[in-house]
Nanobody
Framework: QVQVVESGGGLVQPGGSLRLSCVAS????????MGWYRQAPGKQRELVASITWSGKTNYADSVKGRFTISRDNAKNTMYLQMSSLKPEDTTVYYC?????????WGQGTQVTVSS
């Protein structure tokens, strides 16, 4: 069964940090480039960071220098370390392959940055 589960979101003050986790079925994760996405209300879903199977990373300009993507291939798990968070980072975060496959979307994890 195809499954993707995101976790680690929450409420944090501006300037704070959070670490998101994504556990995916091996059939999704293995050898695939994976990505973290977010979708603010009224906006298109955007890819904020991606990582290849070998660990090469890429970031959207809006998060470069603040977010770090990583993965543990043995655990089929991907992470997003988010630092220096801003209110505009508030939204639901999802993981998927990159490019995304529609049937892999999970429930996401809500990140709220507010004082």
């Amino acid at each position: 069964q195809v499954q993707v589960v995101e976790s680690g979101g929450g409420l944090v003050q501006p300037g704070g940090s959070l670490r998101l986790s994504c556990v995916a079925s091996g059939s999704i994760f293995r050898f695939e480039t994976m990505g973290w996405y977010r979708q603010a209300p009224g906006k298109q879903r955007e890819l904020v960071a991606s990582i290849t199977w070998s660990g090469k990373t890429n970031y959207a300009d809006s998060v470069k220098g603040r977010f770090t993507i990583s993965r543990d291939n043995a655990k089929n798990t991907m992470y997003l370390q988010m630092s220096s968070l801003k209110p505009e980072d508030t939204t639901v975060y999802y993981c998927n392959t990159a490019p995304a496959v529609a049937r892999y979307w999970g429930q996401g994890t809500q990140v709220t940055v507010s004082s």
